[in-house]
């Protein structure tokens, strides 16, 4: 497995909260991705990561935001959580934005706001 | 908008069987096809993958093939096995930018 860790594995909230999960990678790749996976959408991109203090958004970045201090880790934040955030939330790196390079994902981090 | 349509939901296939699954997308400038596996609990991982400049990859047991012309490209898993029982996701993609945007996935079942 590439050396990606989320955390926390399992979390459970209460509307209105705010929430932060993190991706640590050993593998000193500059790429770093947050995805949601839902029932029939598939992974949707949330926010992305080009380098350190370098983010850019994704198709479905409303209610989030990211930061990168380190190489190593990715922060994703839900600054006020919302049933509709309820989610399975994945972390992917990759060694390059550009050519034909496979993104690596974490385990998962499964989100549930009541 | 739904720009990568995937195709079935679901598959139940017999152990020795021929597992089909189909990836139809509309952005042409997509350069990237591949295709992804997932086991309960765990991240995707790369499974197969082609650029459009050849029809067909195989990998074992795992064969894309790619339609241009038609915008669509597919997955043949020969002689399924229970273990290939996953979900799997196309994710097509722009090599220049590396951002991947997934069907919405197929879950198959092997029976033995």
């Known amino acids: 497995d590439a050396g990606i860790t989320q955390s926390p594995r399992h979390k459970v909230t209460e509307t209105g909260t705010p929430v932060t999960l993190r991706c640590h990678q050993t593998?000193?790749?500059?790429?770093m991705y947050w995805y949601r996976q839902d029932p029939g959408h598939g992974l949707r991109l949330i926010h992305y990561?080009?380098?350190?203090?370098?983010?850019d958004k994704g198709e479905v970045s409303d209610g989030y935001s990211v930061s990168r201090s380190k190489t190593e880790d990715f922060l994703l934040t839900l600054e006020s959580a919302t049933s509709s955030q309820t989610s399975v939330y994945f972390c992917?790196?990759?060694?390059?934005?550009?050519?034909?390079?496979?993104?690596?994902f974490g385990p998962g981090t499964r989100l549930t706001v009541t | 908008q739904q720009q990568v349509k995937q195709s079935p939901q679901s598959l139940i296939v017999q152990k020795g069987g021929i597992s089909i699954i189909n990836c139809a997308y509309e952005?042409?400038?997509?350069?990237?096809f591949p295709w992804y596996q997932q086991f309960p609990g765990k991240g995707p991982a790369l499974l197969i993958a082609?650029?459009?400049?050849?029809s067909e990859k195989k990998e074992g047991r795992f064969t894309i093939s790619f339609n241009k012309s038609a915008k669509q490209f597919s997955l043949h898993i020969m002689d399924s096995q229970p273990g290939d029982s996953a979900t799997y996701f196309c994710?097509?993609?722009?090599?220049?930018?590396?951002?991947?945007?997934f069907g919405g996935g197929t879950r198959v079942l092997v029976k033995p």
């Open positions: 990561s080009y380098g350190v203090k370098d983010t």
């Open positions: 082609i650029r459009p400049d050849v």
């Open positions: 952005n042409t400038a997509f350069d990237y």
């Open positions: 992917a790196i990759s060694e390059s934005g550009t050519g034909y390079y496979e993104q690596y």
């Open positions: 994710a097509p993609s722009k090599a220049a930018g590396n951002k991947l945007t």
């Open positions: 593998e000193n790749h500059r790429y």
